[in-house]
C-alpha cells in the first residue's frame, strides 16, 4: 500500500511539472444561534443552534491553451445523518474547460460559477452553503479598451428522447452579454442585457422570456468612490403577464484615514401597487445574484421580490469599515427597509416602514490560508415586517455565527 501511495505521488508530481496542475481545498465550519434568522420568532419559539459545514477540493489544470476546472463539494449540517450509516452527499460544485485560441478569444464550456460586477444580478453566492453555478456556454474576448462576454444555457431535467419539457423552477434558457470598459485610469463602465426563458406552467411548449438591462458604473474621484446602476426589467414572467419593472442602487464611499472607510447607499427595487391592478407585473427581480452581502446578514430578503411579498424595497444603508490592525478588520452596517408599493393586509394598506437591521462582523485572517469571521446582527422589525416575514415585531430578533475557513493547497 505505502508503494502504491508513493508511486501515486510520484506520478501527480510529474504531472504538475508537465503542465500546471493543483490541489487545492476550500472548508469551512460555522456555528449559528438563530432567534430572528429570517424572520422574527413567536413568543413561543426558542433558539435554534446549529453548525453548516461545507468541504470542496478543487482541481485545476493548465496547459497550453487549455484550462480546466473541476470542483467538489460536500455540504452538511452537523449531525443531521445517523453515525452508522453512509449517505452520499458529494456534489460537483464546478466542472468547465477552456480554450484560449488567441490572447483575446476563450471560449469557456460547462458547469461554472458567473460573478459580475457586485453580485448584483449574477453571483456565486458564496455563503449559502451550496453556493451557486451555471450549466452553461461562455465566449470571451479580451479587447485592449475592454471585455466583452456572451453566455447562454439550456437546460433539462431528464434524457429524454421526444420533447423539452422541463420539470424544475430554474430557468430552461439563458443568454446574456456583458461589456465593461475603463473610463480613464480610475473609472469604468460595464453594459448588461440578460434574457432569461422559463417554462409556461401550464404547457410545456410555451416559454415566456425575461428582459433585464442593467448599467454600473464606478467612479474614483480622490478618495471618494461612487457608484450607480440602474436596471430595466420586462417581457413575461413565469405566469405570462407582462413585466415594467425598475431597479437603482446608488452608492458613495469615502476612505476617511488609512483605517477608516464609510459607504452611504441605498437600492430600490420597484413592486406591485396592492391599490392599483394594472395587469402588468411591476415587481423587479434580482435574477441570480447576492442577498446576504447586499442586504443585510440575517438574510430576511434573499429572494427579491418574493421576500418583499411583490411590493418591491426600498434598501438604504449606511456601512462603516474599520482597519482595526493588518490582520483584523471590522465591519458595522445598518439598514433601513421599507416597502416600495402599496401592501394589503386584509384590506387595510400596511406601513411601508418594515424595520432596521445592524450588522456587526469582525474578519481576522490568521494566515494566508486561514481566516474567522465572527458576527451578530439584530432586527428591531415593526408590525408590518412581521405581515411581510411572519414572526412577532414584541419579540426580540436576533442572531450570531463564528466561522472558521481554510483554503489548504495541497498540491
Same mark, same amino acid.
Request: aromatic residues 14%.
Given at each position: 500500500?505505502?508503494?502504491?501511495?508513493?508511486?501515486?505521488?510520484?506520478?501527480?508530481?510529474?504531472?504538475?511539472?508537465?503542465?500546471?496542475?493543483?490541489?487545492s481545498?476550500?472548508?469551512?465550519?460555522?456555528?449559528?444561534?438563530?432567534?430572528?434568522?429570517r424572520?422574527?420568532?413567536?413568543?413561543d419559539e426558542?433558539?435554534?443552534?446549529?453548525?453548516n459545514?461545507?468541504?470542496?477540493?478543487v482541481?485545476? /489544470?493548465?496547459?497550453?491553451?487549455i484550462?480546466?476546472?473541476?470542483s467538489?463539494?460536500?455540504?452538511r449540517?452537523?449531525?443531521?445523518? =445517523?453515525?452508522?450509516?453512509?449517505?452520499?452527499?458529494?456534489?460537483?460544485?464546478?466542472?468547465?474547460?477552456?480554450?484560449a485560441?488567441?490572447?483575446?478569444?476563450?471560449?469557456?464550456?460547462?458547469r461554472?460559477?458567473l460573478?459580475?460586477?457586485?453580485? *448584483?444580478?449574477?453571483?456565486?453566492?458564496?455563503?449559502?452553503v451550496?453556493?451557486q453555478?451555471?450549466?452553461?456556454?461562455?465566449?470571451?474576448?479580451?479587447?485592449k479598451?475592454? =471585455?466583452f462576454?456572451?453566455?447562454?444555457?439550456? %437546460?433539462?431535467?431528464?434524457?429524454?428522447?421526444?420533447?423539452?419539457?422541463?420539470?424544475?423552477?430554474?430557468?430552461?434558457?439563458?443568454?446574456?452579454?456583458?461589456?465593461?470598459? *475603463?473610463?480613464?485610469? *480610475?473609472?469604468?463602465?460595464s453594459?448588461m442585457?440578460?434574457a432569461?426563458?422559463?417554462?409556461?406552467?401550464?404547457?410545456? =411548449?410555451?416559454?415566456?422570456?425575461?428582459?433585464?438591462?442593467?448599467?454600473f458604473?464606478?467612479?474614483?474621484?480622490?478618495?471618494?468612490?461612487?457608484?450607480? %446602476?440602474?436596471?430595466?426589467?420586462?417581457?413575461k414572467?413565469?405566469?405570462?403577464?407582462?413585466?415594467n419593472?425598475?431597479?437603482?442602487?446608488?452608492?458613495?464611499?469615502v476612505?476617511?484615514?488609512?483605517?477608516?472607510?464609510?459607504?452611504?447607499?441605498? =437600492?430600490?427595487?420597484?413592486?406591485?401597487?396592492?391599490? #392599483?391592478?394594472?395587469?402588468?407585473?411591476?415587481a423587479?427581480?434580482a435574477?441570480?445574484?447576492?442577498?446576504?452581502?447586499?442586504?443585510?446578514c440575517?438574510?430576511? /430578503?434573499?429572494?427579491?421580490p418574493?421576500h418583499?411579498?411583490?411590493?418591491?424595497?426600498?434598501?438604504?444603508?449606511?456601512?462603516t469599515?474599520?482597519?482595526?490592525?493588518? &490582520?483584523? *478588520?471590522?465591519?458595522?452596517?445598518?439598514?433601513?427597509?421599507?416597502?416600495?408599493? %402599496?401592501?394589503?393586509?386584509?384590506?387595510?394598506?400596511?406601513?411601508?416602514?418594515?424595520?432596521?437591521?445592524?450588522?456587526?462582523?469582525? #474578519?481576522?485572517?490568521?494566515?494566508? !490560508?486561514?481566516? !474567522?469571521l465572527?458576527g451578530?446582527?439584530?432586527?428591531f422589525?415593526?408590525?408590518?415586517?412581521?405581515?411581510?416575514?411572519?414572526?412577532? &415585531?414584541?419579540e /426580540?430578533?436576533?442572531?450570531g455565527? !463564528?466561522?472558521l475557513?481554510?483554503?489548504?493547497?495541497?498540491?
Open positions: 500500500m505505502k508503494k502504491l501511495l508513493l508511486i501515486f505521488s510520484g506520478l501527480l508530481v510529474s504531472f504538475s511539472c508537465l503542465a500546471q496542475f493543483s490541489i481545498g476550500d472548508i469551512f465550519v460555522r456555528p449559528e444561534f438563530r432567534h430572528g434568522y424572520r422574527m420568532p413567536f413568543a426558542k433558539p435554534a443552534g446549529l453548525v459545514q461545507r468541504t470542496r477540493l482541481l485545476d /489544470f493548465k496547459k497550453d491553451n484550462t480546466t476546472k473541476v467538489f463539494q460536500d455540504t449540517i452537523w449531525g443531521q445523518q =445517523e453515525q452508522r450509516t453512509q449517505v452520499p452527499s458529494f456534489d460537483l460544485h464546478e466542472a468547465w474547460v477552456q480554450i485560441f488567441t490572447d483575446s478569444f476563450l471560449i469557456r464550456a460547462g461554472q460559477e460573478r459580475y460586477e457586485n453580485q *448584483r444580478f449574477f453571483a456565486i453566492n458564496d455563503w449559502n451550496a453556493g453555478k451555471h450549466d452553461a456556454l461562455l465566449l470571451k474576448y479580451l479587447g479598451k475592454g =471585455e462576454h456572451l453566455g447562454a444555457a439550456f %437546460n433539462q431535467d431528464q434524457n429524454r428522447l421526444f420533447g423539452t419539457d422541463f420539470g424544475l423552477s430554474n430557468y430552461k434558457t439563458l443568454q446574456y452579454l456583458w461589456y465593461q470598459t *475603463r473610463l480613464g485610469s *480610475r473609472s469604468r463602465i453594459f442585457g440578460v432569461d426563458g422559463y417554462q409556461s406552467l401550464y404547457n410545456p =411548449e410555451i416559454l415566456y422570456v425575461r428582459g433585464t438591462w442593467n448599467t458604473l464606478e467612479l474614483r474621484p480622490g478618495r471618494f468612490v461612487l457608484s450607480f %446602476n440602474p436596471a430595466y426589467q420586462h417581457g414572467n413565469r405566469q405570462g403577464l407582462e413585466i419593472a425598475g431597479y437603482f442602487m446608488g452608492s458613495a464611499s476612505k476617511l484615514n488609512e483605517k477608516i472607510i464609510t459607504t452611504l447607499g441605498v =437600492e430600490w427595487f420597484t413592486g406591485n401597487d396592492g391599490l #392599483n391592478d394594472n395587469h402588468k407585473d411591476n423587479f427581480d435574477l441570480y445574484g447576492a442577498g446576504h452581502s447586499l442586504l443585510g440575517m438574510d430576511y /430578503f434573499t429572494q427579491i418574493a418583499a411579498k411583490g411590493a418591491g424595497l426600498i434598501n438604504p444603508y449606511f456601512k469599515q474599520f482597519q482595526i490592525s493588518p &490582520k483584523i *478588520r471590522g465591519d458595522a452596517n445598518i439598514h433601513f427597509f421599507s416597502l416600495q408599493n %402599496n401592501y394589503l393586509d386584509q384590506g387595510q394598506v400596511i406601513n411601508k416602514f418594515l424595520g432596521t437591521e445592524v450588522d456587526l462582523i469582525v #474578519n481576522y485572517h490568521f494566515n494566508e !490560508i486561514t481566516q !474567522i465572527a451578530y446582527s439584530v432586527m422589525g415593526t408590525e408590518s415586517m412581521a405581515v411581510i416575514r411572519g414572526g412577532s &415585531k414584541d /426580540f430578533a436576533h442572531w455565527m !463564528i466561522m475557513r481554510i483554503r489548504p493547497k495541497f498540491l
